[in-house]
């Protein structure tokens, strides 16, 4: 159990749609990051956030975009849907921005499948 | 850019015997390096990490990995493994010189390890 939630479980969407996915940091974490975990492949690195702005970037277009809250809460949003953002998408948190070289928390993730 | 290749999709090994999961990278000088399982339904779980000093690393569950920089690898062992270690292993790295870790960690494609009872 490592603090961190995120919602929905699952999700269908169609080709060209927005999708919006959430996650909720432990309490005091001010990090979050996102990941895009495709089926049979390790997570990939889409952004990390630190007090509501984004400090970092993976090879991501910028369809892909997100929010940070004061509340410890997140936001993943993809505008445009391709059949190849099906996977599953991964939020962990952290406490400070000492980046990597503390724990990160990684929530259970929301599987998106793009039909 | 740096990468992470783990040699081995699946791994079979029987109840109580010991456990050696590869992982080689490549990077210009010594990245950080970590090791995570990943449970059906659970996120990802910190195994153990190395940034620098002592190459034998100790981590949680009872996992050891060893970091050999003239092999460039980083390899997870478990003396006797355990019904409840079948799961998905991911070895990742990092960049010691972003700041903030904004450039996250590069993960390996993972090794799906099952136990024989």
């Known amino acids: 159990e490592t603090g961190v939630t995120q919602s929905p479980t699952h999700l269908i969407k169609t080709r060209g749609q927005q999708v919006t996915l959430r996650c909720s940091s432990q309490?005091?974490?001010?990090?979050v990051s996102w990941y895009q975990q495709a089926l049979g492949q390790g997570p990939q690195f889409i952004f990390q956030y630190y007090r509501e702005e984004e400090n970092g970037r993976g090879n991501f277009p910028p369809r892909f975009s997100g929010l940070q809250f004061p509340n410890y809460s997140s936001e993943l949003n993809v505008n445009a849907l391709e059949l190849d953002d099906s996977a599953l998408y991964l939020c962990a948190s952290s406490p400070g921005l000492a980046g990597v070289q503390e724990t990160q928390y990684f929530g259970p993730g929301t599987r998106l499948l793009v039909l | 850019a740096q990468s992470v290749t783990q040699p081995d999709i699946h791994i079979t090994v029987s109840e109580g015997a010991s456990l050696e999961l590869r992982c080689n990278y490549s990077y210009g000088a010594t990245p950080y390096l970590f090791w995570y399982v990943q449970s059906p339904g659970q996120g990802l779980q910190l195994l153990l990490k190395y940034f620098s000093g002592d190459t034998l690393v100790q981590g949680i569950k009872g996992f050891e990995a060893e970091f050999k920089r003239s092999q460039s690898s980083f390899n997870l062992r478990k003396p006797s493994v355990h019904w409840s270690d079948a799961a998905e292993y991911f070895c990742?790295?990092?960049?010691?010189?972003?700041?903030?870790?904004?450039?996250?960690?590069?993960f390996g494609k993972g090794t799906h390890l099952i136990i024989q009872p």
């Open positions: 990742a790295v990092a960049s010691p010189y972003s700041g903030g870790g904004a450039d996250g960690l590069t």
């Open positions: 309490s005091g974490h001010n990090t």
